[in-house]
Each structure stands twice: as C-alpha cells, then as structure tokens.
C-alpha cells in the first residue's frame, strides 16, 4: 500500500508540473528570428548570411528587436543602417548596441527612404556621425497603440518584397553593401513547452490508470 500510495503522489506532482509547464508556455512571449542572407551587387564577394533578425512580442503595444550580426561583419549607415517596414505611426525607443544605450549606442532614429538594391522602407535607423565604429549588434523596441497581434507586427514587405535590410561592412578591405532577409528562421520556444507539458500529462495519466487495476 505505501508502494501505491507514493507512486500517486508521484502521478499527481507530474501532472502538476504539466499543468505549470502548460501555463508558462502560454503566458511565454514569442520570439521569431529571420536570416540577413540576401545580398545586393555590392557584396558579391562576400556570401552570407550576414546577420540575423530577433522579433519579441512583448504586448499589443511593443515588439523589441535584436539584430545581431554574423561573423565577419558590421553594421554601418548614415540613416540606412537598418530598415524595416510596419504600420504607421510607430515609435522607436530604448535604442542599444554593443556600445551602449541611448546616445551612447551610436544610433538614432532615422526617416527612412529607398535603401540601394531593396526599395522603400518606412522606418530606418542610423549610427549617427561618420567616421562612428561600425556595429556588430542593435536592439530597440517599437510602439504603438495596441497595433500588434504578434511578434510578426512589423514584419512588413515593401513593393521588393524585402521586409528588412542591413548596411552591410564585411571585414578586411572587401567592398560594403547592402542585404536583406529571405524569410522564416527559427520556431517560437514556447512550441517545446507545450510539447514537454503534454508528454507529462501523458504520462502521469499512464501511470495513474496501471495502478488503479
């Protein structure tokens, strides 16, 4: 009797788990990377991929976004060193790079325009001064009123079809140029939550109906 009694508290503690594990998967937010691998003529000689592209819902009213470049690259721009597209309307705060935050960061927000080789884009950020070091990272956040549905809000194509782009500085002495994304990178984490949570629901429901015959 001992033996079964312990055996259903374990049965039930699993079951617990799934249940908190179940919770946590849907209260997690979503992140969603895309690949910077599509170059214009001007890095011919330098292949990709060239950086990668973190979308985070926070809320309705926020994304944050990371980009971060590969090795053997940076990130550079007067006003064209990020593009994206989106709503209008949007904000751009808490700016940060790998040199800090705010002005320190080296970026500000830019206006936008047609950026070489992919178009449009209605929003941009720039790294401020020439002559500034060029980056290997950039984070911001972008706001709104309550216009996101998910992590996907400013994941926008323009009249190209290009929904970011990157001013690219390959190492060494090989010529910068431009690049942009060719899509869906990564799976949302909160996808292996759900799958750990349900196995453990399983298996505590096994473990249960033996010990009842």
Known sequence: MPRLISLRKIAISLAMFAVVAFGSAVAARADTAYLINTPNAG????????????????????????????????MFGMNDAFGFNGPAGLSIINIASESGSGAASGFSVGSGGNIDGFGNFVYSLSDGNPGNSNHTSLTFSVTCAACFANENGIYVANGNGAHF????????????????????????????????????LGVAGAVRRRFRK
Do not use: K
């Open 165 to 200: 782009v990157v001013h690219v500085a390959p190492d060494g002495d090989n010529p910068t140029g431009f690049a942009s994304d060719s899509g869906y990178s990564s799976v949302p984490e909160p996808a292996s939550m759900l799958l750990l949570g349900t196995g453990l």
């Open 43 to 74: 890095l011919s000689g330098s292949p990709g991929p060239y950086a990668t592209v973190n979308l985070h819902f926070v809320s309705s009213s926020q994304i944050d976004v990371t980009v971060t470049m590969a090795a053997g690259f940076t």
